[in-house]
């Protein structure tokens, strides 16, 4: 399905998430160094915690919310949210006002209201796409957020140190332009057939739904290592806009890239990482397709082991190099562990998941996400306690003690599997 052919609504959010995508990854990467400068590393990273558990609490509502309210009425109320936040955040960063306090609750605004957004979008191509079209639709919008990621850094290192509130100022604009268009050219999706959660005048029952879909995962021991050890995996590669600008910024001092004739290019700490940061989504919009391909010819169990394995080498080597060059060797390792899985998981998962709970399975496997991204910011304030080098070491021991569960789930997988090949 060629993007010419696509329903109005699609092309609308393609061209203005691809805009606020690409000014979000301008300053997003560099929000850590801000807040951990601001407050110390210490209370920047309990405030994370705490911000995370608004986005996680309001993820859960967001589907709710689109289910009773319209897919296009809550995109329109989140993007105009994010801009009104931004507005705020900008105040807060302005040559003539300074609040760190008012700009980490902007923060947190805008994370509940990306929360709002986004199963709403996901929802509104499931309303206008047909099933077999589906997942190229999706692998357009990926791709959109992965140029986003590699172009974005490269400015936020130009713009974010010296025009840090005119950035902002540009999302909220953005932000409040994609509203505006939303509801000038798009058209609401949700039909009559679709509202069954209006239906239900207790607005609280979607978080008992929620619950009751997790429930699963105490009720199936082989879905329940996946997702334990998908949640101490998570640990290393939810630290890419964590604990790696933090680290970065503080080691990476004046350092060349290249040298050659009259071309000669000099990064300080931000500038690299946003680089670095760069050089991921390069990788990953080049390179999913075929490290996928190249991992379905080998053994689920060993690719995931691997991957947790591969991931544990890179944080040891973040942690072994403060050059420009080994950062950038190191987070190709990364970006390779992260590629092993990418086209793997989603398929596992639904490997084990019986057809008539499916969508559960899937909704209870982002625990490793929301859940491991919750823990994560707990690294910046252990550097201050253990260092960097330990905080890596930590972080690799729980990639490999996730290697180890990787080992013992899919011996009980493969059990199980030869079991109802006999009774069958």
């Not at 964590?242 to 890239?257: A, D």
Request: hydrophobic share 55%; glycine share 6%.
């Amino acid at each position: 399905m060629k993007i010419r052919d696509w329903d109005r609504n699609l092309k609308v959010r393609l061209f203005g998430e691809f805009l606020m995508n690409v000014t979000f990854w301008m300053f997003f990467p560099f929000l850590t160094i801000y807040f951990a400068e601001s407050f110390g590393k210490g209370t920047a990273g309990f405030l994370l915690i705490f911000s995370q558990v608004f986005s996680v609490l309001a993820s859960l509502m967001g589907g709710y919310f689109a289910d009773r309210f319209g897919r296009k009425r809550m995109m329109v109320i989140a993007a105009l949210g994010q801009g009104i936040s931004y507005v705020f955040f900008a105040a807060a960063v302005s040559p003539w006002f300074t609040s760190p306090i008012i700009g980490f609750i902007a923060f947190t605004i805008v994370g509940i209201f990306s929360s709002f957004y986004y199963p709403a979008s996901q929802a509104m191509i499931a309303d206008l796409v047909d099933e077999k079209e589906r997942s190229n639709v999706f692998a357009v919008f990926y791709t959109s957020i992965n140029i986003a990621v590699v172009i974005g850094p490269i400015l936020g290192a130009i713009f974010y140190v010296n025009y840090r509130f005119q950035l902002l100022i540009a999302v909220a604009v953005i932000c409040i332009l994609l509203a505006l268009l939303l509801t000038k050219l798009a058209r609401e999706t949700l039909t009559p057939t679709t509202k069954s959660v209006q239906q239900n005048p207790k607005w609280y029952s979607f978080l008992k739904n929620q619950v009751a879909d997790y429930k699963i995962i105490v009720q199936d021991k082989i879905f329940l290592l996946y997702v334990t050890a998908g949640i101490l995996v998570a640990q290393t590669f939810m630290q890419l806009d964590l604990l790696l600008p933090v680290y970065i910024k503080e080691k990476v001092g004046n350092q060349t890239l290249f040298d050659i004739g009259n071309w000669k290019l000099t990064l300080h700490g931000e500038q690299a990482f946003g680089v670095i940061l760069s050089e991921n989504g390069l990788l990953v919009a080049l390179f999913t397709v075929i490290v996928t391909r190249w991992m379905t010819k080998y053994r689920e169990k060993n690719v995931f082991i691997l991957a947790s394995i591969v991931y544990a080498i890179s944080m040891v080597l973040f942690s072994r190099t403060e050059l420009l060059w080994g950062l950038m060797i190191a987070m190709a390792v990364f970006t390779l562990a992260e590629l092993m899985t990418a086209g793997l998981a989603q398929s596992f998962i639904s490997k084990l998941a019986p057809d008539h709970m499916r969508g559960q399975y899937f909704a209870a496997a982002g625990l490793r996400h929301t859940v491991g991204r919750t823990i994560a910011p707990i690294s910046i304030p252990l550097t201050v306690y253990v260092g960097y080098q330990w905080t890596f070491i930590i972080l690799s021991a729980l990639a490999l003690v996730s290697a180890l569960i990787y080992h013992f789930m899919f011996n009980l997988y493969e059990r199980q599997k030869l079991v109802e090949q006999r009774i069958s």
